[in-house]
């Protein structure tokens, strides 16, 4: 079959009403996906920049997660610290009323009784600090937990190192008794308690070590999450600065496009017009 010949007029005007139907079809397309860059046709170096950036947001994103449960690991150990030093200044009472009683005709009963009190507290130490973990993670039971910031895993790091938080321990020194070692009045069981009300004092000082390290590393994971979680929203936004398109453009382009197109068909309309001449000339 031959092909048919076309007028230069209609063949001008029809190609311009084919590059109006593929910009139509962009704009279209812009508009329902709100991105200008939809593929790496469309602009190959924002796109591959863009999903670059866009990654990038996301590997630090899911870092988040990580840091957040190390504020939370921090926060519980920190907690612990806390009530672990308000048992310890209740055992501290409890000695200084047990070396009190030197001072008057007292039985052993009464030096004992105060000893399971001790001990009691010293128990309580213990289980709270047992109990001080958070998600498998517990910095007074010696644990440690690495917190990754950056996108590459060993980059970017901070070890939160625990310590033992029971009693009899490098930290807190002070520890369970035997009722005999408080009895009496005399120099042997003051001697004892003394050396109990001395560790006690050194523990709650070792403990307000611990405390300032823990309030050091909350700050810094603190730090740490504010600015992933900017730089994250950085990225995304330049990412799309790259690719998305602009909403109110597209429409006005539309618009522009839908009266060119109008135009066309009335261009093409009139360019046939000779042909339909010849036409009636043959009817």
Do not use: C
Not at 20 to 28: A, E, G, H, K, R
Not at 35 to 44: M, T
Not at 51 to 77: C, E, F, M, P, W
Not at 133 to 148: A, F, H, I, R
């Amino acid at each position: 079959m031959a092909d048919i010949s076309l007028t230069a007029g209609i063949r001008s005007n029809l190609l311009a009403l084919q590059s109006t139907s593929d910009l139509l079809n962009q704009t279209q397309a812009r508009l329902g996906s709100g991105k200008k860059v939809n593929s790496p046709i469309d602009n190959p170096s924002a796109y591959f920049t863009a999903q670059a950036l866009s990654n990038r947001a996301g590997d630090l994103t899911a870092r988040l997660d990580g840091i957040a449960k190390g504020i939370n690991t921090v926060k519980a150990a920190n907690a612990g610290v806390s009530s672990l030093t308000d048992l310890l200044k209740q055992a501290k009472g409890v000695a200084q009323d047990a070396r009190a009683l030197s001072t008057a005709t007292t039985s052993n009963a009464d030096r004992s009784a105060a000893a399971v009190k001790y001990n009691t507290l010293m128990t309580q130490i213990d289980q709270l600090a047992k109990d001080s973990g958070y998600d498998g993670v517990n910095l007074l039971k010696s644990d440690s937990l690495t917190v990754q910031f950056a996108e590459k895993a060993g980059s970017s790091t901070l070890v939160l190192a625990g310590f033992a938080g029971t009693s009899g321990g490098a930290v807190i020194t002070a520890g369970t008794q035997t009722a005999a070692n408080w009895h009496g009045a005399g120099a042997a069981g003051n001697s004892a308690i003394d050396v109990e009300i001395s560790k006690i004092e050194a523990s709650v000082a070792n403990l307000q070590v611990q405390s300032k390290s823990l309030s050091t590393n909350l700050g810094i994971l603190t730090t740490r999450q504010t600015f992933v979680k900017t730089m994250s929203d950085t990225l995304t936004t330049g990412a799309d600065n790259l690719t998305n398109a602009d909403l109110n453009t597209e429409a006005a382009n539309l618009l522009a496009l839908n009266t060119r197109q109008q135009l066309g068909v009335n261009a093409l309309s009139l360019a046939s017009q000779a042909s339909q001449s010849v036409l009636k000339l043959l009817g």
